[in-house]
């Protein structure tokens, strides 16, 4: 029977109580990890986030939460899914700060810019299409359009194509959704984005 118990660190990262919600819905149980040693105990992580990169990985190194990822995510392959801000801690470095990610991504975040030549809203923020480049990820690959909910100013930039499984169009294609074998990462809402949504947490629940 595949694991349907998500821990969740306790971060002051936002958005949390909407992802518990849905997994419950769906008849996951989560926990929510008060400290490093709580997460060795998961089989199972999601890592929700909105708000800036450094504040974000400050909160992360000072609350001894890399180690304890590492091990888990690097060494026993526990699967992880990164939501919003949470992926984006992925990869190597962002252009919003300077202090380094987790580099389980090769890759960097690059500020969306608008100009007269491709004039586009920051942030992108919105429903907003994805096309599927890889039906073996968590998102299907189907003939219906698929919609997810969006609200970011830096998207990722992957140094390895094959990581990127979907990639929505904001001015140009940009990445929606990644994959590194047992880690994986939403660029969009899936909490907030109804059906679409929630068929997503169903598969990571299934993973």
């Known amino acids: 029977m595949k694991e349907t118990k998500i821990y969740i660190p306790n971060l002051s990262l936002g958005n949390t109580k909407s992802v518990v919600n849905m997994i419950n819905r769906l008849g996951g149980e989560v926990i929510i990890a008060n400290t490093p040693d709580e997460l060795l105990n998961a089989k199972k992580i999601i890592l929700p986030g909105v708000g800036s990169f450094d504040v974000g990985m400050r909160e992360l190194k000072d609350g001894g939460w890399i180690e304890a990822l590492n091990k888990l995510v690097l060494q026993d392959k526990v699967p992880i899914l990164g939501i919003c801000l ?122």
């Not at 202090?99 to 090769?106: A, D, R, T, V």
């Not at 919105?126 to 003939?143: C, F, R, S, T």
Request: with cysteine.
């Open 86 to 207: 949470g992926m984006q801690f992925f990869f190597d470095e962002s252009e919003e700060g300077i202090l380094p990610g987790l580099s389980w991504i090769p890759g960097k975040l690059e500020r969306f810019v608008s100009n007269e030549q491709n004039p586009i809203k920051v942030p992108h923020m919105g429903w907003n299409a994805v096309k599927v480049n890889k039906a073996d990820g968590l998102i299907p690959q189907q003939e219906e359009e698929l919609r997810y909910y969006f609200v970011h100013s830096y998207h990722a930039v992957c140094a390895n194509s094959d990581h990127v499984i979907a990639t929505a169009y904001h001015g140009s294609d940009v990445t929606a959704a990644v994959q590194n074998d047992n880690i994986y990462g939403f660029q969009f809402h899936p909490e907030k984005s109804h059906r679409f949504g929630m068929d997503l947490l169903k598969n990571f629940l299934s993973v």
